[in-house]
Nanobody, 126 residues
Framework: QVQLVESGGKLVQAGDSLRLSCAASGLAFSSYPMGWFRQAPGKEREFVAAVSRRGVTTDYGDSVKGRFAISKDNAKNTVYLQMDSLKSEDTAVHYC???????????????????WGQGTQVTVSS
């Protein structure tokens, strides 16, 4: 059974940094591009970041570009999201997602991902 388990979400202050982790099991992790999405109350799920299967190529949503960094450790079956200069607008449930094992394409769309974690709450107070 494929499992993606996010961790690291917590209450922080605006301007703080936070690192989220997503531990994957039940899949050939190195064969999957990975992504992070987030969903705030009353809003649709939003693309945050994605990384190719080897961790070489990355992509970011406009709202987080320059502040967040995604990375992938295939030896640990873990994808990370380093979040710096956090803003209150970053408050959301953050979801880890695994893409296609066939294509090393990084997608900004929900449909580009096959598996999803249950999310971890990030709350940024101002």
């Amino acid at each position: 059974q494929v499992q993606l388990v996010e961790s690291g979400g917590k209450l922080v202050q605006a301007g703080d940094s936070l690192r989220l982790s997503c531990a994957a099991s039940g899949l050939a992790f190195s064969s999957y591009p990975m992504g992070w999405f987030r969903q705030a109350p009353g809003k649709e799920r939003e693309f945050v970041a994605a990384v190719s299967r080897r961790g070489v190529t990355t992509d970011y949503g406009d709202s987080v570009k320059g502040r967040f960094a995604i990375s992938k450790d295939n030896a640990k079956n873990t994808v990370y999201l380093q979040m710096d200069s956090l803003k209150s607008e970053d408050t959301a449930v953050h979801y880890c997602a695994a893409g296609s094992s066939y294509y090393d394409s990084i997608s900004r769309e929900n449909s580009g991902y096959s598996y999803w974690g249950q999310g971890t709450q990030v709350t940024v107070s101002s």
